[in-house]
Structures are given as structure tokens and as C-alpha cells.
């Protein structure tokens, strides 16, 4: 502030030393001039109970500045959170480390926006975060070995179990999956009187992003079964025949856990067309595949194969045979109605979330996958974060968010929709993309 504007505001002051909102422009002036005794001058025979919340701060920082802690405490008696982060470094500067959290931790918990790490890190306090919503942390598997000991380790049960009421949309690919799939695990007393096998395969194929991987994940939940998720790392080796060894391995596991369902997800890598192939390994891991799948030895009763891919063109012609992966599921992008289950469920605890009108959401992003939503409802969280941070204060959720971050969001689905149109179009004589050219009449322009 200019000093000869400071001077006339001190001449004012004089004659109406009452006037408490000229007082504190005049103590904030001295302040970011760091004239703090000067601040303390004018602050003298000020009642804090007198004193508004903003009052009480500016005071307290100009106390706590001048290194007078105690009188930056006793000024302070509104309960907001930024007096809270205040009197965490007044009672730190006093040796109160345990006063000095408790408050820290209070400011946080109320608003997120005045997390000090510096001030943190003085307090040592290193973790804010409540025990159970700590992330796992990683555990390095080494996969030199690949007998049974060493495959319960590759594949792992997830012990989470995930249900149809965890996958946003999909109604008609639920619908579907629990006729044809769920039943026969639910049933199977009925389904042996028919002398019906329990099991078989599944292929999912869809964009990426639509919940191929949590629909496999979905299905082993409710069907009561096993879950095992395979992943290309657990199967391709370097060494001649250990491939081939570890897809054996897998499909024994779960054939001694029935119930049980196998996910293979991107499983074109694991079973991809031969003829494109100049690898005689690669073959030799597809021909091992459909051994384990209906091989002559193999009994595969109360397994289920579920296999995701983006590009179900790719897959060897033998695996779309009877008794393999005879059964075809589209997973589409979600239409309107699933897109407002999705959204609803990726806003869910989060600030502001009940401000925005989720339908007009859902109307803005047709195309979208599931994944496309999740990032433009990470980008908005992004913005709000962006925005706490600049005014100092918890900033919810809200429209302006979503609308910064529906410009940078883009539906990813486009691309594959137009090569599976081609797909559709020029390689569907057996009536295998039948779902893609009906999903294309009903919604591609």
C-alpha cells in the first residue's frame, strides 16, 4: 500500500479508533509491508471476542509472524479450519507437538485445500490417509519354477468378490450372460439330468474401455465360482516349452477348484491367428490352448473360459469352434441410460456431487466408453482440486468442472467402431458381428 495512502488511513483511524474494519485494512498493510511490530501497535486494547473470523486470522498471522505465539492463540476463538492450521504452528512453536497435531489434523480433515507438507513434515506426521483406504502395496512374484506351488502364486483368487450391481449398464449382456452362463453354475443338478455340461467358453470382444474385465469379474461373482485372472506375463516364457507348461498348469488349478472361471484377458496374444504367424512357438501355445480347452484327456466340467479382446478378428478361426469359445458376447460402448449408471457411480462420495445434473452428463458424451467417463470425471476432480488449492478453501464438484474437462475429454471408441464396421461389413458370413452391424444401425451415423 502506498505509504501516503497509509497515512491518511492513519489519521482517519485517529479520530474514529472504533472503526474495526479501518483498523485491520490498516494491520493487513503493515503486515505485507512485514512491519509487524507496528501491525501489534494497532492491534493493542482489540477485545477478540470483538473480532470476525477474518479479523481473528489476519491477527493470529501477524502474532504468530512476530513470534508472539501465545497472543496469536488467545486471539483466535472462531472454529474455522484455517484458525485451526494457525494454532497448529502456534502450539508448535510453543513445543506443544501433540497440540500442534491434533489441531493440524482437524484443519485437514476439514479442508483438504491447507494440507502443509513442510509444516507436516516438522510435525512428522507422515500419513494422512485412514488405514483401510491405504493401497496395496505390489508383491514381486518370480516365475522360474511353474509347478503347482508356483501357479497358485501366478494366479491368485481375487478376494474381492464383484457382482452385476458393481457394472454400470450392460443390461442386455447381464440379461444374457445369467441365461446362458450363470444358470448352469446355479443349477447344475438340472443341467447333468440333461446330460448338459456345466462350463464351456465365453468370448467377450467390445472397444477398449466398455468392462470386458470387470464383466468376467462380475460373472465369477455370481456364479459362487473362482476367480482367476490371467494375465500374457504368466504364460509367455522365454524357454521352450515353459509356455506351454504354465497354460497346462493353470487350466489343472482351476480344474481341481470348481467351481471355477479362467479370464484371459487380451487373449488374441495367447491365441492369435497361426498362418500369421513364423513362429512355430506361438503355434504351438494355440494348439496347446484348444488341447486344454476340449483335448481328449481333459475334463473341463465346472470350468468356465471367459476370453476379452478388442480384436476378436485376430483370433484363430479353431477357437470360434463348438464346445471352445462358442458363445459370443458384444460388449458395446454404454448407451444413455447406462452411461447415468456409470457416471452416478464414479461421482459417488464426492464433493459436489449432488450439484450436477448427471443426465445432461450422459447426454454431452455419446460414445463414450466406461473408461472415457472415468477420465473426464477424473479431469473435473482435477480442476476442482486445482481450483481449492488457488483460493485456499475446498472447492466441490460443479458445472463449470465438468464443462473444462468435457473440452479435453474425447470419446476413444470411434476408432474401433469404424474398423469393426469394415470387419462387419466385408467378413461376416458366419453372422459372428451380427451385434456390431445391429449396434451400428441403431447408433453409428
Given at each position: 500500500?502506498?505509504?501516503n495512502?497509509?497515512d491518511?488511513?492513519?489519521?482517519?483511524?485517529?479520530?474514529?479508533?472504533?472503526?474495526?474494519?479501518?483498523?485491520?485494512?490498516?494491520?493487513?498493510?503493515?503486515?505485507?509491508?512485514?512491519?509487524?511490530?507496528?501491525?501489534?501497535?494497532?492491534?493493542?486494547?482489540?477485545?477478540?471476542?470483538?473480532?470476525?473470523s477474518?479479523?481473528?486470522?489476519?491477527?493470529?498471522?501477524?502474532?504468530?509472524?512476530?513470534?508472539?505465539?501465545?497472543?496469536?492463540?488467545?486471539?483466535?476463538?472462531?472454529?474455522e479450519?484455517?484458525l485451526d492450521?494457525?494454532?497448529?504452528?502456534g502450539?508448535?512453536?510453543?513445543a506443544?507437538?501433540?497440540?500442534?497435531?491434533?489441531?493440524?489434523?482437524k484443519?485437514?480433515?476439514?479442508?483438504p485445500?491447507?494440507e502443509?507438507?513442510?509444516?507436516a513434515?516438522?510435525?512428522?506426521?507422515?500419513d494422512?490417509?485412514?488405514?483401510?483406504?491405504k493401497?496395496?502395496k505390489?508383491?514381486?512374484?518370480?516365475?522360474?519354477?511353474?509347478?503347482s506351488?508356483?501357479?497358485?502364486?501366478?494366479?491368485?483368487p481375487s478376494?474381492?468378490?464383484?457382482?452385476?450391481?458393481?457394472?454400470?449398464?450392460?443390461?442386455?449382456?447381464?440379461?444374457?450372460?445369467?441365461?446362458?452362463?450363470i444358470?448352469?453354475?446355479q443349477?447344475?443338478?438340472?443341467f447333468?439330468?440333461?446330460?448338459?455340461?456345466v462350463?464351456?467358453?465365453?468370448?467377450?470382444?467390445g472397444?477398449?474401455?466398455?468392462?470386458?474385465?470387470?464383466?468376467?469379474?462380475?460373472?465369477?461373482?455370481e456364479?459362487?465360482?473362482s476367480?482367476?485372472?490371467?494375465?500374457?506375463?504368466?504364460?509367455?516364457?522365454?524357454?521352450?516349452?515353459?509356455?506351454?507348461?504354465?497354460?497346462?498348469?493353470?487350466?489343472?488349478?482351476?480344474?481341481?477348484?470348481?467351481?471355477?472361471?479362467?479370464?484371459?484377458d487380451e487373449?488374441?496374444?495367447?491365441?492369435?491367428?497361426?498362418?500369421h504367424?513364423?513362429?512355430?512357438?506361438?503355434?504351438k501355445?494355440?494348439?496347446?490352448?484348444?488341447?486344454?480347452?476340449?483335448?481328449?484327456?481333459q475334463?473341463?466340467?465346472?470350468?468356465?473360459?471367459?476370453g476379452?479382446?478388442?480384436?476378436?478378428?485376430?483370433?484363430d478361426?479353431?477357437?470360434?469352434?463348438?464346445?471352445?469359445f462358442?458363445r459370443?458376447?458384444f460388449i458395446?460402448?454404454?448407451?444413455?441410460d447406462?452411461?447415468?449408471?456409470?457416471?452416478n457411480?464414479?461421482l459417488?462420495?464426492?464433493?459436489g456431487?449432488?450439484?450436477?445434473?448427471?443426465?445432461?452428463?450422459?447426454?454431452?458424451?455419446?460414445?463414450?466408453?466406461?473408461a472415457?467417463?472415468?477420465?473426464?470425471?477424473e479431469?473435473a476432480v482435477?480442476e476442482?482440486i486445482?481450483?481449492?488449492?488457488?483460493?485456499?478453501e475446498?472447492v466441490?464438484?460443479?458445472?463449470n468442472?465438468?464443462?473444462?474437462?468435457?473440452?479435453?475429454?474425447?470419446?476413444?471408441?470411434?476408432?474401433?467402431?469404424?474398423?469393426?464396421?469394415?470387419?462387419?461389413?466385408?467378413?461376416?458370413?458366419?453372422?459372428?458381428y451380427?451385434?456390431?452391424v445391429?449396434?451400428?444401425?441403431?447408433?453409428?451415423?
Amino acid at each position: 500500500m502506498d505509504r501516503n495512502l497509509l497515512d491518511s488511513l492513519e489519521v482517519a483511524l485517529s479520530h474514529t479508533p472504533e472503526n474495526l474494519a479501518l483498523r485491520f485494512t490498516i494491520v493487513q498493510a503493515l503486515y505485507e509491508a512485514n512491519q509487524f511490530e507496528s501491525a501489534i501497535e494497532k492491534l493493542k486494547f482489540v477485545e477478540p471476542n470483538e473480532l470476525s473470523s477474518d479479523q481473528q486470522y489476519i491477527a493470529g498471522q501477524v502474532y504468530l509472524d512476530a513470534g508472539k505465539p501465545e497472543l496469536a492463540i488467545s486471539v483466535m476463538l472462531a472454529d474455522e479450519a484455517r484458525l485451526d492450521l494457525l494454532r497448529s504452528r502456534g502450539y508448535f512453536s510453543l513445543a506443544e507437538v501433540e497440540e500442534a497435531r491434533s489441531f493440524y489434523f482437524k484443519a485437514v480433515a476439514a479442508n483438504p485445500a491447507l494440507e502443509d507438507l513442510e509444516h507436516a513434515k516438522m510435525l512428522e506426521v507422515t500419513d494422512l490417509v485412514e488405514p483401510e483406504k491405504k493401497k496395496m502395496k505390489l508383491r514381486v512374484i518370480s516365475n522360474d519354477d511353474t509347478d503347482s506351488i508356483e501357479i497358485t502364486r501366478l494366479v491368485n483368487p481375487s478376494g474381492k468378490k464383484v457382482t452385476f450391481s458393481d457394472v454400470g449398464g450392460l443390461e442386455q449382456v447381464k440379461k444374457q450372460i445369467r441365461k446362458k452362463i450363470i444358470t448352469p453354475f446355479q443349477k447344475p443338478s438340472l443341467f447333468s439330468k440333461f446330460r448338459k455340461k456345466v462350463g464351456g467358453g465365453i468370448l467377450l470382444y467390445g472397444p477398449p474401455g466398455c468392462g470386458k474385465t470387470l464383466l468376467a469379474r462380475a460373472t465369477a461373482g455370481e456364479c459362487n465360482a473362482s476367480f482367476f485372472s490371467v494375465a500374457i506375463s504368466d504364460i509367455l516364457d522365454m524357454y521352450i516349452g515353459e509356455s506351454e507348461r504354465k497354460l497346462h498348469a493353470i487350466f489343472e488349478e482351476a480344474r481341481a477348484n470348481t467351481p471355477a472361471v479362467i479370464f484371459f484377458d487380451e487373449i488374441e496374444a495367447l491365441a492369435g491367428k497361426r498362418q500369421h504367424t513364423r513362429e512355430a512357438t506361438s503355434s504351438k501355445l494355440v494348439s496347446q490352448f484348444l488341447s486344454e480347452l476340449d483335448g481328449f484327456s481333459q475334463d473341463n466340467q465346472g470350468v468356465l473360459i471367459l476370453g476379452a479382446t478388442n480384436v476378436p478378428w485376430a483370433l484363430d478361426p479353431a477357437f470360434r469352434r463348438p464346445g471352445r469359445f462358442d458363445r459370443v458376447v458384444f460388449i458395446a460402448p454404454p448407451d444413455h441410460d447406462a452411461r447415468v449408471d456409470i457416471t452416478n457411480g464414479l461421482l459417488a462420495g464426492r464433493p459436489g456431487a449432488e450439484t450436477l445434473d448427471v443426465r445432461k452428463i450422459a447426454k454431452s458424451t455419446s460414445g463414450f466408453s466406461g473408461a472415457d467417463l472415468m477420465n473426464l470425471i477424473e479431469t473435473a476432480v482435477d480442476e476442482a482440486i486445482d481450483d481449492s488449492i488457488s483460493s485456499g478453501e475446498e472447492v466441490p464438484l460443479n458445472k463449470n468442472h465438468i464443462a473444462e474437462a468435457m473440452k479435453i475429454s474425447k470419446s476413444t471408441t470411434i476408432e474401433w467402431l469404424t474398423m469393426a464396421r469394415n470387419y462387419a461389413k466385408y467378413a461376416n458370413d458366419s453372422g459372428q458381428y451380427d451385434e456390431v452391424v445391429e449396434f451400428l444401425k441403431k447408433y453409428g451415423k
